[in-house]
């Protein structure tokens, strides 16, 4: 009973955590959830090396697949992805969050280091690392269970970038899709999903600075 009333209570702060961030109530809510996520993981005696941050087998082909899909992506994304959500939807994604990062250095720097902190380390701790095995502790850690959390965090995830609008979600979903992917190639190593989550959001930041996007 207690760790049903738990979980139902993690749920509920999990959809409050992601739409306070959807609106623009909060800056970064992120490290709210990531708080909340950390309690859950102690009271349950879960560390965060159980559900994913521990060494990888050997770094340098986690490094390369992370350049390789992070970039791979990024471009994708900008020749394919992108044109076709805004085909479909009518609009762009919206970035104007980012225009005064044109030719800016100093806020470069800035959105860089909040980008491999707060988002791509935090981010991937929370959705992949405590959501995805939080979602199978109640579905099941089966194949059915396993697919209901890659959808469900991979959704979750694109919401909580509703800023960007409709094609902006839409996108940030079937981004996050692929880092829980990811994770799962890696044996659930949160490595491999948090580098690439840096290098995708790298590349766009250098676009977006250098006036490419």
Do not use: C
């Amino acid at each position: 009973m207690k760790s049903t009333l738990l979980l139902i209570l993690e749920f509920t702060l999990i959809l409050v955590g992601v739409g306070v961030f959807a609106l623009g109530y909060l800056p970064f809510p992120f490290l709210l959830l990531f708080v909340m996520a950390w309690i859950s993981l102690r009271l349950r005696h879960i560390r965060w090396r159980d559900v994913g941050l521990k060494r990888p087998d050997n770094w340098l082909p986690t490094f390369g697949l992370a350049l390789l899909v992070g970039i791979g992506y990024q471009f994708v994304d900008i020749l394919l992805i992108s044109p076709i959500l805004e085909r479909l939807t009518g609009e762009a994604v919206d970035i104007s969050l980012f225009h005064d990062l044109q030719g800016n250095l100093l806020l470069l720097i800035v959105y860089l280091v909040i980008s491999w902190t707060e988002a791509a380390f935090i981010e991937e701790l929370f959705f992949r690392g405590y959501l995805f095995n939080r979602i199978t502790d109640l579905f099941g850690k089966e194949r059915a269970g396993i697919l209901i959390a890659l959808l469900a965090t991979s959704l979750l995830f694109g919401a909580g970038h509703a800023y960007q609008g409709v094609s902006g979600m839409v996108d940030t979903a079937l981004a996050g899709l692929v880092l829980g992917l990811l994770y799962l190639y890696a044996g659930r190593n949160l490595w491999l999903p948090i580098l690439t989550h840096g290098v995708i959001d790298t590349v766009g930041f250098l676009l977006i600075f250098s006036g490419w996007m």
